[in-house]
Structures are given as structure tokens and as C-alpha cells.
């Protein structure tokens, strides 16, 4: 194990005790039989239940499986990070310990990029009818978002479950970006790339950690760190909140001529709501952006890695990355 295997299939996990034993059935004697050198590199995110004790007792008897914990709970897309400039395959798979990405299809994958000649192979989601309609409906309204504001073919259904190779991991490491988002970063990049269509399951286990407050958090992080959008739309309500200013001033100067003026208080709540809501949105936007060059300047860890079953020998990456926490 210590020479470099030709694959490495990263797994992001958080308290997935549940699903462990299931992962582990499908997971072992499917990366034996692809004929090639293979780490299956599980990055623990810093869980609380058992998940890190069965992985650990698991390695035991898998020399192939390499366990990473980070000392806290860090994010997922902080946990790919790890798992990025950890892993040392020639490709790199990355894969949610759920399963409702098929493992299976890394085969796919495999022959997919060497017949195709490309250096990304995107999972993309051919039925997600195992998905509430809420979250399809979410879904599509996010990929539509990042399609215009970061100027590039986004792969719809296309999340974290993909195949890049070793100069996609390298280029990705050395973006000096913070908090980065993948399902973004790595179609920003460019490279040749192909897909494979899979039908999603339902979760073999648990239950997901990933719930609304994150996934709302993600589309804003996406948005912010990709786009100078918000701003640019801040400034279109300071104007239009302008104009209206302008509107009422001119409406009460026609009322005050024409002798028509009656004190009321519906026509000065109006304006001050209108215009107070539009000032505390685009101070809310300008605010986020303040947020992340604060966070930037602080240069904190995005993640710290508290062990590596490796070991440290040919592995000569620190022990964390420095880039800010994820909020």
C-alpha cells in the first residue's frame, strides 16, 4: 500500500454507523474485482457515533482501506478537501457513503475515461424519482442559478459522485480559493469531460445528514464564491428604490399643488418599508461579502486532520489546510 495505487475512492462520512456494514458488503468486492491498485480513502468528518471505532476495526482485515479523521466536523465539501490532498491515486473517485450513488458504476467510470480520453467523468442522476418533489424542484432551480452566474455548462443532477484524474486533483489543490465548492470548481476548470447516467436509489441506511439549513447553505456559498451577481443586483435596488423615492417625491409635490393633501400615514409606511427593505437586503448582500474576505484574512483551517492510518511515511502534505472553517 505504500506505492501508489492507481485509484482512490474518497468517502466523505458523518455519523454513518448505520450504513457501514452495508457499504462495506458492496464496497470490498467491488474495487477488488476491477483489476487495478486501489485505496478507498474514508474521510471521517468528525463523528459522534460509531463510525469512526467500525472503520478503524474494518481496516484491519482491508489493507486497502485508509481511514482519515479530521478533529471536527468541518462540512462535507471541507471533507472532499481533505480527501483531495490526501488521496494519491491516479483517479480519483468521490463517493457518498449513503449509496444512493451506485458504487457500481465506478466501473463506468474507469471505462469511461480511458475510452473517451477526458479527465472528468460526471455521475449525472438519469431518475430521481427516490427524491421528494421539494428537493427535485430545489435541485433544478439551483443548477439553473449556477448555469448563468458562473458562465459555464453545469452538469444537471450532476453532485459529488464523479471521476477525475490526477491533474484535475492537482489543479484543484492548488486553487488558493476558500471554502470551495466542487460540483462547481471542477467544471469552472475546463478539462475534457464526459458523463454516465444512473438511476438514484434510495438511502440503504440512516438517515441524511445533509438536511434544508445545508443545503441552503451550500446555494449561498456557490453563489458568493462564484459570482459578483449579488452586488450587482444590490446596486440595481439601491436604484430602484431610487426611482421610487423619486416617484413618491414627485406624487406629493402634485398632491400639495393641486390643494388635495390629507395627513395620512399609508403613503410614509409605504415608502419607509420599501426603501428600508431594500437597504437592509443590499447591506445583508454586502455584508456577506465582508463575511468571507474577513474569513479569508484570518487564513484559519478548514480542516485539521487528526489521524491518517497511512501513517506519515511518503505522505508529505501538513497536517491541515489553510483556508477558513466552513460557516
Same mark, same amino acid.
Given at each position: 500500500?505504500?506505492?501508489?495505487? %492507481?485509484?482512490?475512492?474518497?468517502?466523505?462520512m458523518?455519523?454513518e %454507523? %448505520?450504513?457501514? #456494514?452495508?457499504?462495506? %458488503?458492496?464496497?470490498? #468486492?467491488?474495487l477488488?474485482?476491477?483489476?487495478?491498485?486501489?485505496e478507498?480513502?474514508?474521510?471521517?468528518?468528525?463523528?459522534?457515533?460509531?463510525?469512526?471505532?467500525?472503520?478503524?476495526?474494518a481496516?484491519?482485515?482491508?489493507?486497502?482501506?485508509?481511514?482519515?479523521?479530521?478533529?471536527?466536523?468541518?462540512?462535507?465539501?471541507?471533507?472532499?478537501?481533505?480527501?483531495?490532498?490526501?488521496?494519491?491515486?491516479?483517479?480519483?473517485?468521490?463517493?457518498?457513503?449513503?449509496?444512493?450513488?451506485? *458504487?457500481?458504476?465506478?466501473?463506468?467510470?474507469?471505462?469511461?475515461?480511458?475510452?473517451?480520453?477526458?479527465?472528468?467523468?460526471?455521475?449525472?442522476?438519469?431518475?430521481?424519482?427516490?427524491?421528494?418533489?421539494?428537493?427535485?424542484?430545489?435541485?433544478r432551480?439551483?443548477?439553473?442559478?449556477?448555469?448563468?452566474?458562473?458562465?459555464?455548462?453545469? @452538469?444537471?443532477?450532476?453532485?459529488d459522485?464523479?471521476?477525475?484524474?490526477?491533474?484535475?486533483?492537482?489543479?484543484v489543490?492548488?486553487? *488558493?480559493?476558500?471554502?470551495?465548492v466542487?460540483?462547481?470548481?471542477i #467544471?469552472?476548470l475546463?478539462? @475534457?469531460?464526459?458523463?454516465?447516467?444512473?438511476?438514484?436509489?434510495?438511502?440503504?441506511?440512516?438517515?441524511?445528514?445533509?438536511?434544508?439549513?445545508k443545503?441552503?447553505?451550500?446555494?449561498?456559498?456557490?453563489?458568493?464564491?462564484?459570482?459578483?451577481? @449579488?452586488?450587482?443586483?444590490?446596486?440595481?435596488?439601491?436604484?430602484?428604490?431610487g426611482?421610487?423615492?423619486?416617484?413618491?417625491?414627485?406624487?406629493?409635490?402634485?398632491?400639495?399643488?393641486?390643494?388635495?393633501?390629507?395627513?395620512?400615514?399609508?403613503?410614509?409606511?409605504?415608502?419607509?418599508?420599501?426603501?428600508?427593505?431594500?437597504?437592509?437586503?443590499?447591506?445583508?448582500l454586502?455584508?456577506?461579502?465582508v463575511?468571507?474576505?474577513?474569513?479569508?484574512?484570518?487564513?484559519? @483551517?478548514?480542516?485539521?486532520?487528526?489521524?491518517?492510518?497511512?501513517?506519515?511515511?511518503?505522505?508529505?502534505?501538513?497536517?491541515h489546510?489553510?483556508?477558513?472553517?466552513?460557516?
Open positions: 500500500m505504500r506505492d501508489h495505487p %492507481e485509484l482512490s475512492v474518497v468517502v466523505p458523518y455519523d %454507523e %448505520e450504513v457501514l #456494514p452495508i457499504f462495506f %458488503e458492496r464496497m470490498h #468486492p467491488l477488488d474485482g476491477l483489476g487495478i491498485t486501489y478507498l480513502l474514508v474521510v471521517d468528518d468528525g463523528s459522534r457515533d460509531k463510525t469512526a471505532e467500525l472503520l478503524l476495526a481496516a484491519e482485515d482491508w489493507p486497502q482501506l485508509r481511514v482519515v479523521r479530521l478533529l471536527r466536523n468541518s462540512g462535507h465539501q471541507a471533507a472532499q478537501s481533505a480527501g483531495f490532498r490526501r488521496a494519491r491515486g491516479q483517479y480519483v473517485v468521490t463517493i457518498d457513503a449513503d449509496l444512493q450513488d451506485p *458504487p457500481e458504476v465506478i466501473a463506468e467510470f474507469l471505462q469511461a475515461v480511458n475510452e473517451q480520453d477526458v479527465d472528468v467523468v460526471y455521475g449525472v442522476r438519469s431518475d430521481r424519482s427516490s427524491d421528494s418533489w421539494a428537493k427535485r424542484t430545489s435541485a432551480l439551483y443548477y439553473r442559478l449556477m448555469c448563468r452566474l458562473v458562465g459555464k455548462d453545469i @452538469p444537471f443532477d450532476a453532485a459522485f464523479r471521476l477525475v484524474t490526477r491533474r484535475v486533483v492537482d489543479a489543490n492548488a486553487l *488558493p480559493d476558500d471554502g470551495r466542487f460540483r462547481l470548481v #467544471p469552472w475546463g478539462f @475534457p469531460s464526459a458523463e454516465v447516467r444512473y438511476v438514484r436509489a434510495e438511502r440503504a441506511a440512516g438517515t441524511t445528514k445533509y438536511n434544508f439549513s443545503m441552503l447553505r451550500l446555494a449561498f456559498d456557490s453563489v458568493t464564491a462564484f459570482s459578483a451577481a @449579488p452586488l450587482r443586483l444590490a446596486t440595481w435596488l439601491g436604484l430602484l428604490g426611482a421610487m423615492s423619486g416617484l413618491f417625491v414627485v406624487g406629493a409635490l402634485v398632491i400639495k399643488l393641486t390643494g388635495r393633501s390629507i395627513p395620512g400615514w399609508t403613503s410614509t409606511v409605504l415608502a419607509v418599508s420599501v426603501i428600508g427593505a431594500i437597504q437592509l437586503l443590499c447591506l445583508g454586502l455584508g456577506e461579502y463575511a468571507r474576505l474577513f474569513q479569508s484574512s484570518q487564513r484559519r @483551517p478548514q480542516f485539521l486532520v487528526g489521524y491518517d492510518s497511512l501513517g506519515d511515511h511518503g505522505h508529505q502534505e501538513p497536517l489546510h489553510k483556508a477558513p472553517s466552513d460557516r
